[in-house]
């Protein structure tokens, strides 16, 4: 079946440190794996995407890896900053039109 | 600003009630969407509209209707309210098999 599932509920790094978020999925007919983050009392706000036939791809401080093989997506973030703070999900889909959410991960940042 | 915006932002109501939530997107997309997060955080999908055809209605109650009079627009109504209706309720859209946007979010309670 569909899911999309999160390896930790909860994530604490030190400011300034890199941050990795991952995300399992289960449906090897996904091809289109999409970041968000959502701050309190906030929708998702896009962050970052990846197209199946891709296995890394880089934003401003954000890389996302993909790894088809294992079924499994990351998010990493660099010298984390107090507003990255957010709860951060992981979505896929087959064709971008249906995307099936992950639980989120809570991002909190020590200062 | 070019956005996805809903109102009201917090809807409280009793049991039993109709209520509706209104969306509007000026970004132009052909696509918009339904979304549900629970209290636990978990994102689900309820409706997809394309060019106000319904695509994706994901076994949803028949209590939930929406309603889209133009591409830029799609309403949620929700008739007989119940208590398990409580959740944050976010509208989305998206040009066809692209970057989904979601909203600020609705609020619920019901009582």
């Known amino acids: 079946g569909e899911s999309v599932g999160l390896h930790l509920p909860t994530l604490s790094v030190q400011e300034g440190d890199n941050s990795i978020i991952n995300c399992a999925y289960s449906n090897s007919a996904s091809d289109y794996f999409i970041w968000y983050k959502q701050e309190s009392g906030k929708g998702p706000q896009f962050i970052i995407d990846i197209r199946s036939n891709m296995d890394k791809r880089q934003g401003q401080r954000v890389t996302v890896l993909l790894n088809k093989t294992v079924k499994h997506l990351s998010l990493q973030i660099a010298a984390t900053q107090p507003g990255d703070s957010a709860v951060y999900f992981c979505?896929?889909?087959?064709?971008?039109?249906?995307?099936?959410f992950g639980q989120g991960t809570r991002l909190t940042i020590n200062p | 600003d070019t956005a996805v915006s809903q109102t009201p932002k917090y809807l409280v109501t009793q049991m039993g009630n109709d209520k509706s939530i209104k969306c509007e997107q000026n970004l132009g997309h052909d696509t918009m969407y339904w979304y549900k997060q629970d209290s636990k955080k978990f994102l689900k999908i309820m409706f997809s509209?394309?060019?106000?055809?319904?695509?994706i209605n994901e076994t949803v109650p028949n209590r939930f209707s929406p309603k889209s009079p133009d591409k830029a627009h799609l309403n949620l109504h929700i008739n007989s309210l119940e208590l398990g209706d409580s959740a944050v309720y976010f509208c989305?859209?998206?040009?066809?098999?692209?970057?989904?946007?979601f909203g600020p979010g609705t609020r619920l309670t019901v009582l």
């Open positions: 979505a896929e889909s087959k064709g971008a039109q249906k995307l099936v």
């Open positions: 989305a859209s998206s040009q066809t098999a692209g970057v989904v946007f």
């Open positions: 509209y394309n060019n106000k055809e319904l695509i």
